[in-house]
Nanobody
Framework: QVQLVESGGGLVQAGGSLRLSCAAS????????MGWFRQAPGKEREFVAG????????YYADSVKGRFTISRDNAKNTVYLQMNSLKPEDTGVYYC?????????????????WGQGTQVTVSS
């Protein structure tokens, strides 16, 4: 069992930055592939970024490449999402997710554990 708690969301103007954190507890955190997803009102949950449990590979949705950076600190059991040059279309609830084994996947159904989410609102 893994518990995930996101923080760092808020209201920011377009062009601004936010840093989301996902604190993990429970089973060996370093064994999990980690992902960030987001869900805007009326839309499906979508993949934003992820990396393998080894930390060797990172993946990004095309819409955030060059603006968002995912990272992890295994010593702190924490995953981060640095978001720069934010746009109004980045608005949504951001979720952290963990997947044991396999590889980083873009489908939410492939993940085993989820946090409760943190709201990000980008004003124009």
């Amino acid at each position: 069992q893994v518990q995930l708690v996101e923080s760092g969301g808020g209201l920011v103007q377009a062009g601004g930055s936010l840093r989301l954190s996902c604190a993990a507890s429970g089973r060996t955190f370093s064994s999990y592939n980690m992902g960030w997803f987001r869900q805007a009102p009326g839309k499906e949950r979508e993949f934003v970024a992820g990396f393998t449990w080894t930390g060797a590979s990172t993946y990004y949705a095309d819409s955030v490449k060059g603006r968002f950076t995912i990272s992890r600190d295994n010593a702190k059991n924490t995953v981060y999402l640095q978001m720069n040059s934010l746009k109004p279309e980045d608005t949504g609830v951001y979720y952290c997710a963990a997947r044991l084994g396999g590889r980083v996947e873009a489908r939410p159904a492939d993940y085993d554990y989820w946090g409760q989410g943190t709201q990000v609102t980008v004003s124009s």
